[in-house]
């Protein structure tokens, strides 16, 4: 399958900034999501990022928030917006390859807000 | 009601057993599903994925699907140290999102 590159790996953040995440997969693929997994629970669904488009949100994520782009095929960035110490999490990009069901992930970034 | 529920464990098991893992869903459309591992701090990675009914078999790892109960477990045979790990359950309905289990996490003692 392809392989997916995501930075940074982690970063401690002063309230009230904003920070971008990066995730680049080698090769074209249809969907690009986004996820949140905060200490010890699953995975929450941020967002699906769509190619050109603006991206779909999840009940309880806004744009202004977390906006997403997704200029092309092979790459997408999340930026968490005027951040708290409650958006201290691991934030994974995910793909689906074109034609199949699984999911892969971004090493995820590790984001700490103090 | 979730759409996707674990057991959060731990499950612990000796060197050597199996270990059995399960996961219950609650969309009866529902027409794929998998299993992914997760190492403490690190990202999930699939390790099975299962369409039809019954079992599938890839190494020491059974996937079984049964739809009628809405029920999808993972065996891990002759567990190893190096399987401690928790184990998310991920069901995806109609070929939209995902949606992801708690997880169960597994220790196995040496």
């Known amino acids: 399958s392809a392989v997916i590159s995501q930075k940074p790996s982690r970063d401690i953040c002063q309230r009230g900034t904003s920070l971008t995440i990066q995730c680049q997969v080698d090769?074209?693929?249809?969907?690009m999501f986004w996820y949140r997994q905060q200490p010890g629970q699953s995975l929450t669904l941020i967002a699906t990022?769509?190619?050109?488009?603006?991206?779909?949100?999840e009940s309880g994520f806004v744009i202004d928030k977390f906006p997403i782009s997704r200029p092309n095929l092979t790459f997408s960035t999340l930026t968490v917006s005027n951040m708290s110490p409650e958006d201290s999490s691991i934030y994974l990009c995910s793909f689906r390859d074109t034609g199949r069901t699984e999911a892969f992930f971004g090493q995820g970034t590790r984001l700490t807000v103090v | 009601q979730k759409e996707v529920e674990q057991n959060s464990g731990p499950l612990s098991v000796p060197e050597g057993a199996i270990a059995s893992l399960n996961c219950t869903y609650s969309d009866r459309v529902s027409q794929s599903f998998f299993w992914y591992r997760q190492y403490s701090g690190k990202s999930p990675e699939l390790i099975m994925s299962?369409?039809?009914?019954g079992d599938k078999e890839d190494g020491r790892f059974t996937a079984q699907l049964n739809k009628a109960s809405q029920y999808v477990s993972l065996l891990i045979r002759d567990s190893q140290p190096s399987d401690s790990a928790t184990y998310l359950c991920a069901v995806i309905p109609n070929f939209n999102k995902f949606y992801f289990g708690s997880g169960t996490k597994l220790n196995v003692k040496p």
């Open positions: 090769s074209q693929v249809t969907m």
């Open positions: 299962i369409y039809s009914n």
């Open positions: 990022a769509n190619q050109g488009s603006e991206a779909t949100y």
